[in-house]
Protein backbone atom coordinates (compact mmCIF):
# COMPACT_ATOMS: atom_id res chain seq x y z
CA UNK A 1 0.00 0.00 0.00
CA UNK A 2 1.11 3.70 -0.54
CA UNK A 3 1.73 6.02 2.22
CA UNK A 4 -1.16 7.77 1.44
CA UNK A 5 -3.62 4.99 2.32
CA UNK A 6 -1.65 3.84 5.47
CA UNK A 7 -2.02 7.42 6.68
CA UNK A 8 -6.03 7.57 6.50
CA UNK A 9 -5.83 10.62 4.08
CA UNK A 10 -6.33 9.22 0.82
CA UNK A 11 -9.88 9.60 0.99
CA UNK A 12 -9.45 13.14 1.59
CA UNK A 13 -7.06 14.08 -1.36
CA UNK A 14 -9.30 11.73 -3.53
CA UNK A 15 -12.36 13.90 -2.44
CA UNK A 16 -10.59 17.92 -3.02
CA UNK A 17 -9.29 16.60 -5.95
CA UNK A 18 -12.77 15.60 -7.15
CA UNK A 19 -13.97 18.74 -5.96
CA UNK A 20 -11.14 21.15 -8.04
CA UNK A 21 -11.96 19.33 -10.86
CA UNK A 22 -15.83 20.02 -10.62
CA UNK A 23 -14.78 23.63 -10.52
CA UNK A 24 -12.97 23.50 -13.25
CA UNK A 25 -15.46 22.20 -15.56
CA UNK A 26 -18.21 24.59 -14.39
CA UNK A 27 -15.41 27.20 -14.93
CA UNK A 28 -15.30 25.95 -18.31
CA UNK A 29 -18.95 25.59 -18.95
CA UNK A 30 -19.22 29.45 -17.70
CA UNK A 31 -16.49 30.63 -20.04
CA UNK A 32 -18.22 28.85 -22.53
CA UNK A 33 -21.59 30.21 -22.28
CA UNK A 34 -20.28 33.82 -21.60
CA UNK A 35 -18.29 33.19 -24.95
CA UNK A 36 -21.07 32.41 -27.03
CA UNK A 37 -23.57 35.14 -25.27
CA UNK A 38 -20.70 37.69 -26.57
CA UNK A 39 -21.04 36.02 -30.03
CA UNK A 40 -24.74 37.02 -30.04
CA UNK A 41 -24.25 40.62 -28.57
CA UNK A 42 -23.92 42.42 -32.31
CA UNK A 43 -27.04 40.99 -33.35
CA UNK A 44 -28.73 41.36 -30.44
CA UNK A 45 -27.82 44.81 -30.23
CA UNK A 46 -28.90 45.55 -34.04
CA UNK A 47 -31.83 43.73 -33.43
CA UNK A 48 -32.65 46.11 -30.61
CA UNK A 49 -31.41 49.46 -32.30
CA UNK A 50 -34.09 48.51 -35.04
CA UNK A 51 -36.60 47.85 -33.25
CA UNK A 52 -36.08 51.39 -30.88
CA UNK A 53 -36.68 52.88 -34.69
CA UNK A 54 -40.11 50.91 -35.19
CA UNK A 55 -40.90 52.04 -31.93
CA UNK A 56 -40.26 55.56 -32.80
CA UNK A 57 -42.20 55.60 -35.90
CA UNK A 58 -45.48 53.94 -34.37
CA UNK A 59 -44.79 56.87 -31.66
CA UNK A 60 -45.21 59.45 -33.95
CA UNK A 61 -48.19 57.95 -35.58
CA UNK A 62 -49.88 57.47 -32.60
CA UNK A 63 -48.89 61.10 -31.58
CA UNK A 64 -50.69 62.23 -35.34
CA UNK A 65 -53.50 60.56 -35.11
CA UNK A 66 -54.31 62.00 -31.60
CA UNK A 67 -53.49 65.28 -32.50
CA UNK A 68 -55.49 64.96 -35.62
CA UNK A 69 -52.89 65.66 -37.66
CA UNK A 70 -52.10 63.52 -40.72
CA UNK A 71 -48.61 61.65 -40.83
CA UNK A 72 -47.28 63.65 -43.54
CA UNK A 73 -46.95 66.49 -40.72
CA UNK A 74 -44.77 63.54 -38.90
CA UNK A 75 -41.15 64.87 -38.23
CA UNK A 76 -38.51 64.53 -40.76
CA UNK A 77 -35.72 61.60 -41.00
CA UNK A 78 -32.55 62.97 -40.80
CA UNK A 79 -30.66 62.96 -43.77
CA UNK A 80 -26.90 61.13 -44.04
CA UNK A 81 -25.61 57.89 -43.22
CA UNK A 82 -27.27 55.84 -40.43
CA UNK A 83 -25.08 55.41 -37.72
CA UNK A 84 -22.98 52.56 -37.09
CA UNK A 85 -24.22 50.41 -33.91
CA UNK A 86 -22.01 51.31 -30.89
CA UNK A 87 -20.15 49.38 -28.57
CA UNK A 88 -22.50 47.56 -25.94
CA UNK A 89 -21.83 48.39 -22.52
CA UNK A 90 -24.98 47.48 -20.74
CA UNK A 91 -27.53 49.86 -21.27
CA UNK A 92 -31.58 49.54 -20.53
CA UNK A 93 -33.02 51.45 -23.71
CA UNK A 94 -34.61 54.52 -22.30
CA UNK A 95 -38.40 54.49 -21.95
CA UNK A 96 -40.52 56.94 -23.82
CA UNK A 97 -41.99 59.94 -21.85
CA UNK A 98 -45.05 60.26 -21.09
CA UNK A 99 -46.83 63.27 -21.83
CA UNK A 100 -47.98 64.75 -18.72
CA UNK A 101 -51.78 65.94 -17.83
CA UNK A 102 -52.22 69.35 -16.57
CA UNK A 103 -55.30 69.85 -14.47
CA UNK A 104 -56.95 73.03 -14.09
CA UNK A 105 -56.43 74.80 -10.67
CA UNK A 106 -59.71 75.43 -8.88
CA UNK A 107 -59.79 78.66 -6.81
CA UNK A 108 -60.55 77.98 -3.01
CA UNK A 109 -63.99 79.81 -3.65
CA UNK A 110 -65.19 77.21 -6.66
CA UNK A 111 -63.65 73.89 -4.42
CA UNK A 112 -65.80 75.33 -1.28
CA UNK A 113 -68.79 75.20 -3.29
CA UNK A 114 -68.40 71.81 -4.79
CA UNK A 115 -68.15 70.60 -1.51
CA UNK A 116 -64.30 69.69 -1.74
CA UNK A 117 -62.07 69.49 1.32
CA UNK A 118 -62.88 68.34 5.09
CA UNK A 119 -66.09 69.50 6.74
CA UNK A 120 -66.76 70.92 10.09
CA UNK A 121 -64.50 70.14 12.73
CA UNK A 122 -66.39 67.73 15.36
CA UNK A 123 -69.12 66.77 12.74
CA UNK A 124 -68.28 63.01 12.42
CA UNK A 125 -68.48 62.75 16.13
CA UNK A 126 -71.45 64.65 16.29
CA UNK A 127 -73.07 62.48 13.61
CA UNK A 128 -72.12 59.28 15.08
CA UNK A 129 -73.10 60.15 18.61
CA UNK A 130 -76.42 60.79 17.22
CA UNK A 131 -76.60 57.17 15.38
CA UNK A 132 -75.36 55.88 18.38
CA UNK A 133 -78.45 57.04 20.69
CA UNK A 134 -81.10 56.49 18.19
CA UNK A 135 -80.02 52.82 17.65
CA UNK A 136 -80.62 52.13 21.91
CA UNK A 137 -78.52 49.38 23.84
CA UNK A 138 -78.46 46.99 20.74
CA UNK A 139 -75.81 49.32 19.06
CA UNK A 140 -74.85 50.02 15.36
CA UNK A 141 -72.51 48.04 13.45
CA UNK A 142 -69.73 50.10 11.77
CA UNK A 143 -70.58 49.33 7.97
CA UNK A 144 -73.78 50.15 8.68
CA UNK A 145 -72.92 53.75 10.81
CA UNK A 146 -70.12 53.64 7.40
CA UNK A 147 -72.77 53.25 4.81
CA UNK A 148 -75.17 56.04 6.50
CA UNK A 149 -72.66 58.80 6.76
CA UNK A 150 -71.18 58.14 3.85
CA UNK A 151 -67.84 57.95 5.64
CA UNK A 152 -64.99 55.16 4.96
CA UNK A 153 -65.48 51.91 7.45
CA UNK A 154 -61.91 51.93 8.46
CA UNK A 155 -62.56 55.88 9.16
CA UNK A 156 -64.94 54.87 12.16
CA UNK A 157 -62.79 52.19 13.28
CA UNK A 158 -60.10 54.73 14.13
CA UNK A 159 -62.93 56.96 15.47
CA UNK A 160 -63.98 54.66 17.79
CA UNK A 161 -60.46 53.36 18.83
CA UNK A 162 -59.41 57.18 19.47
CA UNK A 163 -62.15 59.01 20.28
CA UNK A 164 -65.17 56.61 21.25
CA UNK A 165 -63.04 55.50 24.55
CA UNK A 166 -63.05 59.60 25.56
CA UNK A 167 -66.97 60.14 25.08
CA UNK A 168 -68.20 57.02 26.48
CA UNK A 169 -68.50 54.05 23.53
CA UNK A 170 -68.30 50.68 24.62
CA UNK A 171 -67.61 47.35 22.26
CA UNK A 172 -71.06 45.13 22.45
CA UNK A 173 -69.09 42.82 19.41
CA UNK A 174 -66.86 42.99 16.64
CA UNK A 175 -67.62 46.02 14.78
CA UNK A 176 -70.76 46.89 16.99
CA UNK A 177 -70.97 49.72 19.29
CA UNK A 178 -72.70 51.40 21.80
CA UNK A 179 -73.31 54.44 24.34
CA UNK A 180 -72.70 53.06 27.56
Known amino acids: MSALHESGRGPLLNYSLARELFVLQMDCLTMSTL????????ALTAKRDSLIGELKKIETAIVSALSGKGQEEAPAKKRGPKPKAAKVVAVK????KKA????AVKPKAAKAAAGAGRGKRG?????????????????????DLSDKL???????????????KTVGVEKVSPGVYRLK
Open 35 to 42: SKSLRNLP
Open 93 to 96: AAAP
Open 100 to 103: KEVK
Open 123 to 143: ALKEQILAALKSAGAKGVSVK
Open 150 to 164: GVKTQNVHVWFSTTG
